[in-house]
């Protein structure tokens, strides 16, 4: 569908939108509208306006700009999102966007009741900035490009974009690992590290010394790449395999709380409750008939 109408998009534009079924609003990832936009210094959009208004714009949109620049002011703060870079907004806040030369975006508005969570922790972990440089290795652009594609086409089902939306933002939250040949990068390094060390006193600064880093800019590497803490990582680790000790052998919960690492029978239980939800003795009881 051309784009003819809207102040400062080129007439090469395209926009196209998407009404979610009851069932997709109850259980996928869906999208509501989309478009390619050519944009010059004309365009600009007030969140005030008669479509900022609409329900199909009051959920999250995800920009990727391929060309020029692209202001955007959000909760009283100003970002400039530049090509290559994509901006995440949350259209039921305060916003605006200007151009103030040419530009051009790709943009998709979703919606789901799992899109904010995902919006949230991948801005928390771009250090609270909606705006930022995907991963080299996430495929951000092709997976806008193609879910704009589906649209226009309109061969697609409901459960199939979710699908694609979901991948969208998986990428973003965790970029793909480009495979290491011979496992020497610093999270592969770290990874191996605490295997070997799993059930041993760990501190941050230890582990960032086995691969060769700070720790402050190892923590940052190890939660891109893995979407832990370093921390989480081994306590989950650890409670993986007391989970397996408890269905496997007759050692006592405080024999075991000792055996993965833990100092005392009581900070064991805490931890094992809070992350598993039953205490160890209820989980150790659960049975498979």
Same mark, same amino acid.
Request: hydrophobic content about 35%.
């Given at each position: 569908m051309k784009v003819i109408t809207e102040p400062g998009v080129l007439s090469q534009s395209e926009r196209y939108f998407s009404t979610p079924s009851a069932l997709a609003q109850?259980?996928?990832?869906?999208?509501?509208?989309?478009?390619?936009?050519?944009?010059?210094?004309?365009?600009?959009?007030?969140?005030?306006?008669?479509v900022?208004?609409?329900?199909?714009?009051?959920?999250?949109?995800?920009?990727?700009?391929?060309k020029g620049s692209m202001e955007i002011e959000a909760d009283g703060k100003t970002y400039l999102a530049e090509a290559g870079? %994509? #901006?995440?907004?949350?259209? @039921?806040?305060?916003?605006?966007?200007?151009?103030?030369?040419?530009? +051009? &975006?790709?943009?998709?508005?979703?919606?789901?009741?799992?899109?904010?969570?995902?919006?949230?922790?991948? %801005? #928390?972990?771009?250090?609270? @900035?909606?705006?930022?440089?995907?991963?080299?290795?996430?495929?951000? +652009? &092709?997976?806008?490009?193609?879910?704009?594609?589906?649209?226009?086409?309109?061969?697609?089902?409901e459960a199939d974009l979710s699908k694609r939306i979901y991948?969208?933002?998986?990428?973003?939250?965790?970029?793909?690992?480009?495979?290491?040949?011979?496992?020497?990068?610093?999270?592969?390094?770290?990874?191996?590290?605490?295997?070997?060390?799993?059930?041993?006193?760990?501190?941050?600064?230890?582990?960032?010394?086995?691969?060769g880093l700070s720790p402050s800019h190892f923590s940052r590497q190890f939660r891109s790449r893995t979407g832990f803490s370093p921390h989480e990582y081994l306590i989950l680790h650890r409670i993986d395999e007391a989970k397996s000790l408890l269905h496997t052998t007759d050692l006592s919960v405080k024999e075991i709380a000792y055996r993965t690492g833990y100092h005392s029978e009581v900070n064991f239980i805490s931890s094992f409750t809070g992350k598993v939800g039953l205490s160890p003795s209820a989980f150790r009881n659960t049975r498979f008939f």
């Open positions: 109850q259980l996928f990832f869906y999208l509501t509208r989309c478009g390619h936009y050519y944009c010059d210094h004309h365009y600009h959009f007030l969140d005030s306006c008669d900022g208004k609409l329900e199909s714009h009051k959920n999250f949109l995800l920009d990727y700009i391929r870079q %994509i #901006a995440l907004t949350d259209c @039921r806040r305060p916003h605006r966007f200007r151009v103030s030369r040419y530009a +051009e &975006r790709i943009w998709i508005h979703i919606d789901g009741r799992q899109v904010r969570p995902f919006f949230e922790q991948i %801005i #928390a972990f771009h250090a609270g @900035r909606p705006v930022f440089t995907p991963h080299p290795e996430s495929r951000t +652009e &092709r997976h806008m490009t193609e879910l704009v594609s589906l649209l226009k086409n309109g061969i697609h089902t991948a969208l933002l998986c990428d973003l939250l965790i970029p793909p690992a480009q495979p290491s040949a011979d496992c020497q990068d610093p999270v592969s390094l770290a990874l191996d590290y605490m295997k070997r060390h799993l059930f041993e006193d760990l501190s941050v600064r230890e582990i960032a010394s086995a691969a």
